[in-house]
């Protein structure tokens, strides 16, 4: 089972820019007024492992690029965690 709320962000040395991914990568999209966009599809999550993980990379690519154009991602690997698997996003700078 993916817990996308626990979501690791590794390499970001802004503070803001932290918070602004975390929030991103943790809100599930539609429920932000005015910008129905924002946010990932949680719906992909229950789909098979393997075809959910490649969504929710593809997801987070167009995301955090439309969304936070101040970072680019490096890195997108999967950590299991007893019963959960967490995404963690290696950012760079651009």
Excluded: H
């Amino acid at each position: 089972m993916f817990n996308y709320e626990s979501v690791i962000i590794e390499n970001v040395d802004n503070a803001d820019i932290y918070k602004c991914l975390k929030t991103l990568l943790t809100t599930p999209q539609g429920t932000v007024p005015f910008d129905r966009n924002f946010g990932i599809n949680t719906e992909l999550l229950d789909e098979p492992l393997n075809y959910a993980k490649g969504k929710i990379i593809a997801e987070y690519y167009s995301k955090i690029k439309k969304f936070e154009p101040r970072v680019k991602i490096k890195e997108i690997v999967f950590v299991n965690d007893y019963d959960k698997i967490i995404p963690k996003v290696v950012i760079e700078n651009v």
